[in-house]
């Protein structure tokens, strides 16, 4: 089965083709960076006209790098959400159109769970029940995949995303968006134990995550630094905060796992894309009889192959659109576990 996979939810306009779920024919993405990057961040307003503009070019060069006609895709794929509600109706509404036309099935696909099936195009079919860990631009989440799209919330962040305290941090220290990436390479120059700044929740017993405190704990030592005229190490700030960062993901995710008694985590969401991250994790997990996944990083962060291999999934199950799809921009990974839901802490448990 060829799925043409959409993907419009933030600022990647995504488009690919994926065969049977796993084979990725085609995997066209459509950068906006250079629109946002005079803003320090994503304009919402931009964005959807971005996608407008880049995605029906973007399904051209998909079917062609992917060597196949419109007519010849037997399914459409379309993230529903979350996201942004302009730039998902841009996808949602092409989707719509093109299945329609071309009278094909379609579905709406669910971004974070689309994330998480990332894996699935690297690793082949998932090793369930798992450990997930999605971290994003928007969503740091805990949980266990059960089954076939079916996951339990273990914990979240109460106030930023991974994802989220990268980009803000970058800005504090004058770096580009997105400042994950850049942080990530630049932290490899720096000494991760040049500034002691602090792990929120570490060993706190539950599966939560706060990033608010760090990030201003990063401002502070910046303007510290302005006022004492000191010298402002970029790359040791870099790798301090990033060690902050992924030492209590690395302990939380592998408590999680052990308490659970799960032998597989699966990593997925930009952040995932970390090589801090992923090296550490693949350490302590392999001393800990645990396996770790993850997609190559080009699939960690915003891309159309994920959407079309959740899709496909989804459309093997029988799963259809209904005629008036719409966007979701709230939609949770479980259902009512939205990113407003995140923010209330979730009781502390005891071991
Ligand atoms: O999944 P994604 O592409 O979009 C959302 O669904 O939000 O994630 C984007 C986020 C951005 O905040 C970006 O800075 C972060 O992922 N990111 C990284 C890395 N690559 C992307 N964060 C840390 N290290 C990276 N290598
Ligand atoms: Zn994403």
């Known amino acids: ?110 971004h974070l769970i689309a994330h998480v099936y990332a894996n699935v195009l690297e690793h082949g079919s998932l090793p369930l029940p798992a450990v997930v860990f999605v971290v994003s631009g928007g969503h740091t989440s805990l949980l266990v995949m059960e089954a076939d799209e079916r996951f339990r919330v273990l914990g979240q962040t109460i106030d930023d995303a991974a994802g989220e305290a990268y980009d803000k941090v970058a800005r504090v220290l004058g770096l580009g968006y997105p400042g994950g990436p850049i942080l990530d390479e630049l932290a490899k120059e720096g000494d991760p134990g040049a500034v002691r700044f602090p792990r929120a929740l570490l060993g ?45 993901q690395v302990s939380k995710v592998l408590g999680a796992a052990k308490r659970e008694g799960l032998d597989t985590v699966l990593l997925a969401g930009g952040v995932a894309a970390n090589s801090r991250l992923r090296g550490r994790l693949l350490e302590a997990a392999e001393e800990a009889g645990i396996r770790v996944l993850a997609p190559s990083p080009a699939l960690c962060t915003d891309n159309g192959a994920m959407v079309g291999c959740a899709g496909t999934f989804a459309l093997e199950r029988g799963e259809r659109a209904p005629p008036d799809l719409g966007a979701e921009p709230n939609l949770g990974i479980v259902p009512g576990v939205g990113r407003r839901a995140a923010r209330r802490p979730s009781r502390h448990r005891k071991r």
């Open 204 to 248: 706190d017993g539950t599966d939560d995550f706060s990033l608010s405190g760090l990030k201003t704990a990063v401002l502070r030592h910046v303007r510290r630094l302005e006022q004492t005229g000191e010298e402002l190490r970029v790359a040791d700030v870099a790798a301090s905060f990033q060690e902050a960062v992924v030492d209590v």
């Open 1 to 110: 089965m060829l799925v043409l996979g959409i993907e419009t939810s933030c600022d990647e306009t995504g488009v690919a083709l994926v065969e049977d779920g796993k084979l990725v024919r085609s995997n066209v993405i459509a950068d906006q960076r250079a629109l946002h990057d005079r803003y320090g961040g994503i304009v919402p307003e931009v964005a959807s006209r971005a996608h407008v503009d880049l995605l029906h070019p973007a399904v051209e060069q998909a079917l062609a790098l992917g060597g196949a006609r419109l007519e010849d895709v037997d399914g459409f794929a379309v993230t529903v959400g979350p996201g942004l509600a302009g730039s998902l109706l841009v996808g949602v509404a092409a989707a719509k159109a093109y299945a329609l036309a071309l009278d094909r099935p379609l579905v709406g696909v669910n």
